[in-house]
Antibody, heavy 120, light 110 residues
Framework: QVQLVQSGSELKKPGASVNVSCKAS????????LNWVRQAPGQGLELMGW????????TYAQGVTGRFVFSLDTSVSTAYLQISSLKADDTAVYYC?????????????WGQGTTVTVSS | QSALTQPASVSGSPGQSITISCTGT?????????VSWYQHYPGKAPKLMIY???NRPSGVSNRFSGSKSGNTASLTISGLQAEDEADYYC??????????FGGGTKLTVL
């Protein structure tokens, strides 16, 4: 079936980097944009941006700094979110989600979420 | 960028109907029909409930409906059930390559 499976929880120290993966299956990976959404503790959903899985072009939401990088490995149908120079307020659950033109670019398939905890 | 405005919380009794509003501007909700709604249980992945203002994905109960008037979109849940207790988020297009979520609404079923 159509699904997105994300990598497991991460515990990192401030200043470190983390790579969150999102592996797609059950559909043509390059036919749908892949979005990244985060939810910090006690906060709402925040769209971080998305990546065009056909061209590899990322689009970052306003306010998302250069510490966040979206990338792809289309050979294994996987998208990646890399966060560098981690700060405590990067602590959040990070979701990947598929955007589908047929649903007005609604996010119709979501990964299970990856918890990233930044703590010394 | 500022989020769309949703009430922090709404509540209703089983069997009742509730409506959650999502207010934006003519640059987002008022300007496009790309409004979607998501149901989110804590610790779970969000679920698409409504897309393009009023359309339901396959498998979503017809108790959920969406609408839009001017710069405000709305999600209505009829025949409220205990399982509807969750957080709900709207999302809208805000121009080329720009999308934004609402701040979220916690629905409590009394």
């Amino acid at each position: 079936q159509v699904q997105l499976v994300q990598s497991g929880s991460e515990l990192k120290k401030p200043g470190a980097s983390v790579n969150v993966s999102c592996k797609a299956s059950g559909y043509t990976f390059t036919s749908h944009a892949l979005n990244w959404v985060r939810q910090a503790p006690g906060q709402g959903l925040e769209l971080m941006g998305w990546i065009n899985t056909y061209t590899g072009t990322p689009t970052y939401a306003q306010g998302v700094t250069g510490r966040f990088v979206f990338s792809l490995d289309t050979s294994v149908s996987t998208a990646y979110l890399q966060i560098s120079s981690l700060k405590a307020d990067d602590t959040a659950v990070y979701y990947c989600a598929r955007g589908t033109a047929a649903t007005g670019y609604g996010l119709d398939v979501w990964g299970q979420g990856t918890t990233v905890t930044v703590s010394s | 960028q500022s989020a769309l405005t949703q009430p922090a919380s709404v509540s209703g009794s089983p069997g009742q109907s509730i409506t959650i509003s999502c207010t934006g501007t003519s640059s987002d909700i008022g300007g496009y029909d790309y409004v979607s709604w998501y149901q989110h249980y804590p610790g779970k992945a969000p679920k698409l409930m409504i897309y393009e203002v009023k359309n339901r994905p396959s498998g979503v109960s017809n108790r959920f409906s969406g609408s839009k008037s001017g710069n405000t979109a709305s999600l209505t849940i009829s025949g409220l059930q205990a399982e509807d207790e969750a957080d709900y988020y709207c999302r809208s297009n805000r121009g080329t390559n720009t999308w934004v979520f609402g701040g979220g609404t916690k629905l409590t079923v009394l």
